[in-house]
């Protein structure tokens, strides 16, 4: 091989190169996936958050109850295809509820290290004042219903 020749073959060993390190990139980032742990509801904070902290009369709470991964690694949990939605004044006895039916395009729920992710969203309208409750998979919160705005 001439010197010549070896300066022409360095913009291709360098081709090489890069395509072999996106293709070991790729690999990794795809096989990694299934190196990721399942863990189930116990193994997760889960809470239900209110997009406000106080609402008055008849005013729709949206409520989003999130899954919170407080592990250094990412996780996935199976999702859960069946589960009730409750929501109620404290001392009254009407209850706003649904039976929930999900049907989700993935089996698992990925949900990255120190993060949350946002498995299911409810409106709820008030009829009475006073404390009122949501409850969504074992999870609660309690929001403040004033009077008419």
């Known amino acids: 091989m001439t010197l010549s020749k070896m300066g022409e073959d360095k913009p291709n060993l360098l ?3 890069i395509v072999i ?3 070991a990139s790729v690999g990794y980032i ?7 742990p399942i863990v189930t509801l116990r193994d997760l904070r889960v809470e239900v958050v209110t997009d406000k902290p106080e609402y ?3 005013e729709s709470i949206e409520a989003t109850l999130y899954f919170y991964n407080d592990r250094s690694r990412p996780v996935k949990i ?3 295809l069946h589960f009730s939605s ?3 004044t404290e001392g009254d006895t009407e209850r706003i509820g649904a039976d929930v039916h999900i049907s989700p395009a993935e089996k698992y729920l990925f949900i990255p290290a120190n993060s949350r992710a ?3 969203q409810a409106t709820f309208r008030p009829r009475s004042p006073g404390e009122f409750i949501i409850r ?3 999870a609660s919160v309690t929001v403040p219903v004033v009077g008419v705005n």
Do not use: D, E, R, W
Request: proline share 4%; hydrophobic share 50%.
């Open 86 to 88: 409750i929501g109620y």
């Open 15 to 17: 081709y090489l190169v």
């Open 21 to 23: 390190g996106l293709i």
């Open 78 to 80: 199976k999702m859960i």
């Open 118 to 120: 946002p498995y299911f």
């Open 30 to 36: 795809y096989f990694s996936q299934f190196n990721v």
């Open 56 to 58: 008055y009369l008849n």
């Open 136 to 138: 969504i998979l074992g």
